[in-house]
């Protein structure tokens, strides 16, 4: 059975983290919540969660086959903040996991552990520009996005790399990591399954 892992830390925007839990389990895909240094998450909305686990470095044997990242700025800057979170992800990127941001999460956190070179990308509108880059990212942003080209589109799926714009892209976010996971016949089941469009 495939793996999945979403990283929690208060300020995560609930929609984003929530939509690609249920879908990923719906699916028949196993989907760990890791709370970043203890259980219980506040969101953006101060929606309170209990997290399966609390993050650490022993997790990594696990060998998760996706390593998730909802957005909110506050979450974002959380995660960025956290180095057992980059050492997750520089893990995967080894393995050729599926990496998955949303929101800010891709400039934030990707961005910042140099993940998006040479990458195509999308993410919250208004995070793509300099100044935004700059801020999250630091001056040395240049070397850490050479070779990354940003999209408009709403969900931007390059090889291993799944990055979306925001919340009101959660459901394409999580069915592009359905597919991606457990194939598309199982991403149309779903989708039937819940009425999608």
């Known amino acids: 059975m495939k793996k999945a892992i979403v990283f929690l830390a208060d300020g995560f925007e609930e929609i984003e983290a929530f939509t690609p839990i249920d879908y990923l389990r719906r699916a028949g895909i196993e989907v760990i919540t890791a709370g970043l240094s203890k259980n219980e998450i506040i969101g953006a909305h101060n929606i309170r969660v209990l997290s399966d686990v609390i993050l650490s470095e022993n997790l990594m044997l696990e060998k998760f086959d996706a390593l998730i990242l909802p957005g ?67 001056k040395n942003y240049k070397s850490l996005m050479e070779g990354s080209v940003h999209s408009n589109e709403r969900v931007v799926v390059d090889a291993n790399m799944i990055t979306a714009r925001g919340p009101g892209v959660a459901e394409e976010f999580s069915l592009a990591l359905v597919e991606n996971l457990a194939g598309s016949d199982a991403k149309e089941s779903l989708k039937n399954a819940i009425v999608a469009r």
């Open 72 to 138: 909110g700025m506050n979450g974002s800057v959380n995660l960025a903040a956290s180095s057992t979170v980059e050492h997750f992800l520089k893990d995967g990127l080894a393995r050729n996991a599926i990496l998955a941001a949303i929101c800010a999460a891709p400039i934030v956190v990707f961005a910042k552990a140099g993940l998006l070179k040479n990458r195509h990308y999308t993410c919250y509108p208004s995070m793509e520009t300099e100044n935004e880059i700059l801020k999250f990212v630091g």
